[in-house]
């Protein structure tokens, strides 16, 4: 079946540290989205990418939708304690649900 | 964007007992969705729920476990029936709220329903 993979599944830096989660699909996606989960939390929408090699930034934040629409990518730069969480990525095939990656849990100590 | 109240928050029920959880949105929506989230885990789409049609499951769910309400456009109802530890979970119903496009809508999730199964 339809399957995203995403890693790493746990990250651990120093404040100030960059940060990169990868995502992956199986399949070609429609489009793929972008969520945070705080801890404790529920997700929360960041981002959609629908094109092909589009990448978008917020603040510290890029992300990347690959050539093949099979893959993307979210970098954090400096991070902050404020980025600690889970970020899962998620993505639509043609005709089916949203299929969430199993996340990337970042930590960061100061 | 939305607002959806989720309640209970968090329960603690004994096995073989079941559970309603309530989701109230504030605007009218088509799709409303309900999810689980095991300790640490992904989020897994358990089934989505139309005003005036019987719910769509997915794979590995059934409406005899988990049967769903949609009476109105703002409200939905999850019950977990004849609960075991192996249900203790997040259940977190969601909404699409969209940009009028062809893309994909994205979700807004209630804050969620942490349930210990004894």
């Known amino acids: 079946g339809q399957q995203v993979m995403q890693i790493p599944q746990y990250q651990h830096v120093q404040e100030g540290e960059d940060f990169t989660t990868y995502c992956n699909s199986s399949?070609?996606?429609?489009?793929i989205q972008w969520y945070k989960q705080r801890p404790g939390g529920h997700p929360v929408f960041l981002i959609q990418l629908v094109k092909s090699g589009e990448v978008k930034k917020q603040k510290r934040l890029t992300f990347q939708f690959g050539e093949a629409k099979k893959n993307s990518s979210l970098h954090i730069t400096a991070t902050q304690t404020t980025d600690v969480g889970t970020y899962f990525c998620a993505g639509y095939q043609e005709g089916t649900a949203l299929i969430f990656g199993k996340g990337t849990t970042l930590s960061v100590s100061s | 964007s939305a607002v959806i109240s989720q309640k209970p928050s968090r329960d603690i029920c004994q096995r073989g007992t079941s559970l309603t959880i309530q989701c109230q949105v504030d605007s009218q929506v088509t799709m409303m969705f309900w999810y689980r989230q095991q300790p640490g885990q992904s989020l897994t789409l358990i089934a989505t729920a139309n005003q005036g049609s019987e719910a769509t499951y997915e794979s590995g769910f059934v409406i005899d476990k988990f049967p769903i309400s949609r009476p109105n456009l703002t409200f939905s109802t999850l019950t977990v029936s004849n609960m075991s530890p192996e249900d203790s979970s997040i259940y977190l119903c969601s909404v699409e709220v969209g940009w009028g496009g062809t893309t994909n809508e994205k979700l807004f999730f209630g804050s969620g329903t942490q349930l210990s199964v004894l």
């Open positions: 399949t070609t996606l429609s489009n």
